[in-house]
Structure formats: structure tokens, C-alpha cells
Antibody, heavy 117, light 113 residues
Framework: QVQLLQSGAEVKKPGASVKVSCKAS????????ISWLRQAPGRGPEWMGWVSAFNGNTKYPPRLQDRVIMTTDTSTSTAYMELTSLRPDDTAVYYC??????????WGQGTLVTVSS | DVVMTQSPVSLPVTLGQPASISCRSS???????????LSWFHQRPGQSPRRLIY???KRDSGVPDRFSGSGAGTDFTLKISRVEAEDVGVYYC??????????FGQGTRLEIE
């Protein structure tokens, strides 16, 4: 069965960077893209970007494109999301999700990132 | 960005009664291929969102048939024919027409009254 297993919770100081991993299993990794989203407490999901597991192409929203880097490692079926210059309002649960037919069919379990001095 | 607006924000429902959630987009969600890429998700507290519906009306595997989706243009609806206790949580619509630049509604919280 399809599974996306994310790395564990992180606590970071303002200005630092965080890198979250998402290990896929149960399907051919390179055949699908991975989207990254985050969800602040009490809010809806916010799209952070997309990476193709086939060729590494990326798409980011303008508001984040200077701070986010998404990559994949096909040898380990793992996607990565790195967010730099962290601020307290980056505190959220971060999700990876598999993209298919212009939707998100499987989600990771989420990774809590807390940014606090 | 396509703005997605859901209503109501909160939806108290009696067990066994129907429920309906509206989702409106700031522009038509028709893709150049003629399809509409509107999905619905359900999220329970402490869990990841789970997709229920994609392409407006297609139910995911394992989703009970009491859930149905409809709509076109800018207006879309998720209906639950008879609410059960396990249906509590927050429901989100999401547009994928501008994939991968997706956007979500702000959510509708369904609770049992």
C-alpha cells in the first residue's frame, strides 16, 4: 500500500533552516510528483510547492520561492523540503502528499516544526 | 491565485440527518481539457487530511456512498446523505485546475448537535 513516512518533529530558532524528509513506499516513486503543504494551528492547508520525482523540476509560490528548496532522491524514494530563514510564523505541521490527476491522493503523517527563540 | 470560499464555517448536524457544504471559487475551475479539478478532504483532529472526492464527484476507494460531490463553473457542493458520528471534523475543498498551484478553502467544521 502507498505510504509516505515523514521525519520527526523539529524545534528551530529564528533565522535557522529546517529540512523535512518524506520517504515513499508502495508505488513507483519516479512516476508521481510530491507536493508540500503546511498547516498552522486552526488554519487550512497552505501549498508550499511541488517537485517532480521524475526529473526534479520544481514549482513554488512567489511568497516562498526565496526560502524553500524541494528535492528528491530516487535511489531512496525520498523527497525533501528545506525552508530557510525561519520565522515564528513558520511554526506549523508540514505535510508531503502525492500528486495525481491534479489532486493529492496520499498524505504523510505530518511533521511539526516549531520556530521559537 | 484562485480563492476558494467555503460555507458555512461551522455546521452542527443531528445524527442521521443530511449535511451540505458549499465551495465557491473566484474563477471558473474548468480546465482546458474540459474537466473540473475540485477535490474534497476530511480531517479529524490530530490526523492528516484524507481525500474523499476528486474531479468534483468521483469518490475515493473506501469512501462511503453517503458522500457525494457535485457542481460546475464556480459552485461546488459536498453532501452527506445521513451524518454518522465518524463524520465529525473539518472539511476542505481544493482546486487543482491550476495544478500544481493548488488552493484550499478555509474549511467547514462539522459537529454533532
Amino acid at each position: 500500500q502507498v505510504q509516505l513516512l515523514q521525519s520527526g518533529a523539529e524545534v528551530k530558532k529564528p533565522g535557522a533552516s529546517v529540512k523535512v524528509s518524506c520517504k515513499a513506499s508502495g508505488y513507483t516513486f519516479s512516476s508521481y510528483g510530491i507536493s508540500w503543504l503546511r498547516q498552522a494551528p486552526g488554519r487550512g492547508p497552505e501549498w508550499m510547492g511541488w517537485v517532480s520525482a521524475f526529473n526534479g523540476n520544481t514549482k513554488y509560490p512567489p511568497r516562498l520561492q526565496d526560502r524553500v528548496i524541494m528535492t528528491t532522491d530516487t535511489s531512496t524514494s525520498t523527497a525533501y523540503m528545506e525552508l530557510t530563514s525561519l520565522r515564528p510564523d513558520d511554526t506549523a505541521v508540514y505535510y508531503c502528499a502525492r500528486g495525481w490527476l491534479r489532486s493529492l491522493d496520499y498524505w504523510g503523517q505530518g511533521t511539526l516544526v516549531t520556530v521559537s527563540s | 491565485d484562485v480563492v476558494m470560499t467555503q460555507s458555512p464555517v461551522s455546521l452542527p448536524v443531528t445524527l442521521g440527518q443530511p449535511a451540505s457544504i458549499s465551495c465557491r471559487s473566484s474563477q471558473s475551475l474548468v480546465h482546458t481539457d474540459g474537466d473540473y479539478y475540485l477535490s474534497w478532504f476530511h480531517q479529524r483532529p490530530g490526523q492528516s487530511p484524507r481525500r474523499l472526492i476528486y474531479k468534483v464527484s468521483k469518490r475515493d476507494s473506501g469512501v462511503p456512498d453517503r458522500f457525494s460531490g457535485s457542481g460546475a463553473g464556480t459552485d461546488f457542493t459536498l453532501k452527506i446523505s445521513r451524518v454518522e458520528a465518524e463524520d465529525v471534523g473539518v472539511y476542505y475543498c481544493m482546486q487543482g485546475t491550476q495544478w500544481p498551484f493548488i488552493t484550499f478553502g478555509q474549511g467547514t467544521r462539522l459537529e454533532i448537535e
